[in-house]
């Protein structure tokens, strides 16, 4: 959710007089995850020690109540008032409890974030340098917006984030995500009044649903081919790793088409592939761009599969050769923020690949509007968004997927889907490629760190599990 969603949803609340009793519920849900992690890290709370920074609204106010249920279990409390003033009832909790005010942020066990709530925005500068110990942000880590996820380049790392009500767009992407570390929500009672979610996050069960099951009836047909068009003479591992993540996805066929040196790769790897040289046979959709350069043959194949009026997904190469805001919603497009800032500015809409990862939410969205297309935007985490605004966040992955060949693998993945699940929307089948994307870097990081040849093994290991 945003941060306007989420106040839009507690204002009916609020008039009806029932704000101190949401600010009791946020506050006692902080205090309980505070309760957990001193638990944790020292064994008991009589002794611990627990700060806060404060600002004056009602952020500020949630951890102030905490604080106070902190100084009941024996917990020396110290806050320090970033605004110079604070939620006056909150703060005369917290004196009465036995909480000090200072002016310095004395070392503590625990430190709470909490100057800046859903109304703050990434102009922001905090008042002390991060401490060393635990941070908890109370709601969101201060300078994170809460609707894009843009940050101040100032704020605080957070080790956990307790927040309100419900996720907040501003927690799953961007640097907001990275600032936010471990994300606790606390439900205050806003459920009825929330609406429709900003962005979705697909659950494994979510994806396992998407994913066909065998039947009686299938032929390799019916269970979905898949065209591929990837790699050039330069590139031929290009087309080895498409084909080799489709065919783990579990297509069941792959026609592939390149040149006859990179067809001999293709079928030596994977000799149940169909490979020609051009893009003739029966195909339920596309997979194209990956390594195919400047091939002029690759290129013409590439035109021939776009314009073929199938489910295609256009990656790497192909993006540079997409016609404009005619491609339907059949496409989906998968760049990284350096390749969609190419791709927007030849639509004359000039973006900046540091603000686009810093905002990927929203320019997804301008991108899948214009384009008439889903985008999935690939990143630390994917967003995927469709042409009417849909956005699904995925951040499954593991740092080891950045490496070669990593992207030309979810091709693959995302191809074979587009193949075998036509009924599914193209965003929910691109937040589920990235799921599966994802789960396998995580398992074959379990063996350390890996390149994109082990990455296929893993996506059918990835796709089993999420089918059992």
């Known amino acids: 959710m945003t941060g306007s969603q989420i106040r839009d949803a507690e204002r009916p609340l609020l008039d009806r007089g029932l704000g101190p009793e949401l600010m009791a519920r946020a506050a006692h849900g902080l205090y309980r995850v505070l309760v957990a992690e001193l638990l944790r890290t020292r064994g008991r709370l009589y002794g611990a020690r627990a700060a806060a920074v404060v600002g004056k609204g009602n952020n500020g106010g949630d951890a102030l109540f905490a604080l106070a249920e902190l100084a009941g279990r024996g917990v020396r409390t110290t806050a320090v ?9 909150g703060l005369a909790a917290f004196v009465a409890a036995g909480g000090r005010v200072e002016r310095a942020l004395p070392p503590a066990d625990v430190t709470i974030d909490a100057v800046l709530g859903t109304g703050g925005s990434g102009d922001f500068r905090p008042p002390f340098d ?33 927040t309100f009500g419900a996720l907040k767009t501003g927690l799953l992407a961007g640097r907001g995500r990275a600032l936010a570390g471990r994300v606790e929500v606390v439900d205050i009672g806003l459920g009825p009044h929330l609406g429709q979610p900003d962005a979705f996050v697909l659950e494994e069960s979510d994806v396992a ?26 590139y031929q591992g290009a087309a080895v790793l498409t084909t080799a993540a489709a065919l783990a996805t579990g297509v069941g066929m792959v026609r592939y088409v390149g040149p006859p040196d990179v067809r001999c790769a293709v079928v030596g790897a994977h000799p149940e592939v169909v490979a020609s040289g051009s893009p003739e046979g029966r195909v339920q959709a596309w997979a194209v761009g990956p390594g195919i350069a400047d091939d002029a043959a690759q290129q013409r194949a590439f035109d021939v599969a ?37 791709v927007l500015s030849r639509l004359g809409l000039p973006a900046e690949r540091p603000d686009i990862e810093a905002r990927p939410v929203r320019w997804a969205r301008i991108a899948a509007e214009r384009l008439g297309a889903t985008v999935l935007l690939k990143g630390p985490a994917t967003v995927c968004a469709a042409p009417d605004g849909t956005v699904c966040i995925q951040s499954t992955g593991h740092p080891y997927l950045a490496t070669a060949g990593s992207g030309d693998t979810l091709t693959g993945v995302l191809g074979a889907l587009l193949a075998t699940v036509p009924s599914a929307r193209p965003v929910h089948l691109a937040a589920a490629a990235a799921m599966i994307h994802g789960l396998a870097g995580r398992i074959a990081a379990e063996a350390g760190p890996f390149g994109a040849t082990e990455l296929a093994e893993a996506v059918r290991r990835a796709v089993g599990h999420l089918s059992s």
């Open 81 to 89: 008032l970033a605004a110079g003033t604070a939620h006056p009832a």
């Open 130 to 162: 991060r401490p060393r110990g635990l941070v908890v942000a109370c709601d969101l880590p201060s300078g994170v917006d809460a609707d894009t996820g843009f940050a101040s380049e100032h704020a605080w790392q957070a080790d956990i984030t307790v």
């Open 209 to 234: 649903a998407i994913l066909p099951h065998p039947r009686d009836d299938w032929h390799k047909y019916t269970r979905g081919v898949l065209g591929v068009v990837a790699g050039s003479e330069q």
């Open 306 to 342: 776009v314009g073929s009026g199938l489910p295609v997904v256009i990656d790497a190469s192909g993006l540079e050769r997409i016609p404009g805001p005619a491609l339907g919603g059949r496409a989906v497009l998968t760049p990284h923020a350096g390749e969609l800032a190419g």
